[in-house]
């Protein structure tokens, strides 16, 4: 028996059971008369490899201007020898029909005159239906065909009943990017249309951010990803408290923690105060209007008590300031509270002086690092360990530089920390706001110096593909 439906596409879609009455015969010509026009179209079939006695197939051809919706087709099966009439070995079947778009095909064979219902074209429904997910995100597929049997491919080619069969049981779940196929199959109908979707693979960390910070762009999402798998695999994702990537190019986006996405204080969540300009290349305090000695009066709360440390073996910080230094008679914070900071300091008066960079934990606890004032590349890392008083600086890709504090470790105050101003009793503190563009922050527990080198690298990996 032959079926026959016209698509949304205006494609043919011709179902059928191979019956191998010749196996020398390698093809079914399929001759479709237009009863109104007497216009004759021939279709070629080839036959199925290793075909059993009843093998169910389906074939889709377009055929322009040939099947319209009610059209009368008068149609003659045959097996050939070859692709064209001449090589028939006798005739199959023949029949009436009646192609329509309404899911059903008026079927005449034989003299017995029925209709056929050749099941949803609806294609399967694919959830979630493509875009970001995580390496534990399972994917459902559903069909409103009823009976039917779900397959689906991961490589990008269309299903059969050869594919990956879907068991509602054991979702699949991707471990890596995949575009994603689903079609429905059930005897004696048509298969439904395929559905296409594309997922982006992600880790579960990466995803969770991604989703919070509403960030769809592949780009960002891919550098993202390749950020986190690396802190992972180097043993610094697990000491760090706070990640701050300032990608989306939105304060909504730009707030969000890394390590911990969730949009309270308790998860190092920034807030931002004050003006700023939030773009894709980062966050930077904006100073438009300003007096050219007076400065933005912005600073972001991480809410990262500095005191904290005292838990753990010490503390590390670093700050990617992506526009050159400026100096309005004050000394700029990029990161800090009173008692522990990464500021800048004029070696003279003068702007445009050489400067230097120095961080504290508690004075005299002092480190310097010269550079030059216009100098935009200014990547600077910190750490100290609690313990023995050891402590490591780094400014952009020079040597890690370490040294011990001269003084006894003493206990930090317990602040917050801020972004682009020092905490003083809980408010910035005068003098001390910087307006650099921060492009990235971070804060962790004590790491190593090979540990921070890695976390330098992984960074501008990521910096990198975000073009920055």
């Known amino acids: 028996m032959l079926y026959f439906k016209l698509n949304q596409s205006n494609d043919i879609v011709v179902t059928f059971t191979e ?41 889709k051809f377009t055929i322009s201007n040939l099947f319209t919706n009610g059209g009368q087709y008068r149609y003659v ?14 005739i199959v079947e023949t029949g009436l029909a009646m192609v329509q778009t309404n899911q059903e095909a008026y079927i005449s064979d034989g003299g017995a005159t029925r209709y056929v219902a050749f099941g949803n074209e609806t294609a399967v429904v694919i959830s979630p239906n493509g875009g970001v997910v995580s390496d534990v995100q399972e994917i459902t597929l559903t069909t409103t065909t009823s009976g039917a049997s779900i397959y689906y491919t991961i490589d990008g080619t269309d299903p059969t009943i050869s594919s990956l069969l879907y068991n509602p049981a054991s979702k699949p779940v991707l471990a890596a990017s995949a575009t994603f196929k689903a079609r429905g199959f059930k005897a004696g109908t048509t ?19 991604l989703d919070a910070a509403g960030i769809t762009d592949p780009t960002i999402t891919a550098a993202i990803n390749t950020f986190v798998l690396g802190l992972q695999a180097d043993g610094i994702w697990k000491r760090m408290f706070a990640l701050y990537p300032m990608v989306g190019g939105t304060a909504s986006a730009h707030k969000f923690n890394l390590k911990d996405p969730r949009d309270l204080d308790a998860a190092y969540r920034l807030t931002f105060a ?3 300009i939030h773009s894709a290349l980062g966050v930077q305090p904006d100073s438009t209007g300003q007096p050219a000695n007076i400065v933005a009066y912005a600073n972001a709360n991480t809410f990262f008590r500095a005191e904290m440390i005292n838990d753990f073996d010490g503390l590390s910080y670093g700050f990617d300031a992506r526009t050159p230094i400026v100096f309005r008679g004050i000394q700029p914070t990029l990161i800090g509270s009173t008692s522990t900071q990464i500021n800048a300091i004029d070696t003279v008066e003068d702007e445009g002086a050489d400067t230097r960079y120095f961080i504290n934990e508690k004075d005299p606890f002092v480190v310097y690092s010269t550079f030059a004032a216009n100098d935009n590349q200014l990547f600077l890392q910190c750490s100290r360990n609690r313990a023995t008083g050891v402590f490591k600086f780094a400014e952009f890709d020079n ?17 917050n920390l801020f ?47 975000l073009g920055r």
Not at 23 to 48: G, M, N, Q, R, W
Not at 77 to 90: D, Q
Not at 405 to 415: K, Q, R, S, Y
């Open 399 to 415: 040597s890690i530089a370490t040294g011990t504090n001269v003084e006894a470790p003493a206990t930090i105050d317990g602040l």
């Open 419 to 465: 972004l682009f101003a020092s905490n003083l009793s809980g408010n910035r503190q005068n003098g001390s706001q910087s307006e650099q563009r921060c492009a990235f922050a971070y804060i962790g527990n004590d790491l190593t110096t090979l540990q921070m080198t890695n976390l330098r690298d992984r960074y501008f990996t990521m910096r990198t593909a």
């Open 191 to 209: 298969p439904t249309a395929i559905n296409t979707v594309s997922f982006i693979v992600v880790s579960a960390d990466a995803a969770l951010f």
């Open 19 to 59: 019956r191998s009455q010749s196996e020398a015969a390698p093809f079914y010509l399929l001759v479709l008369t237009h009863i109104e026009t007497l216009i004759d179209t021939l279709i070629v079939l080839p036959k199925s490899a290793n075909l059993s006695l009843y093998t169910e197939r389906y074939d």
């Open 77 to 90: 099966a045959h097996e050939s020898n070859t692709t064209a009439l001449s090589g028939s070995i006798g």
């Open 274 to 276: 004050g003006p700023f």
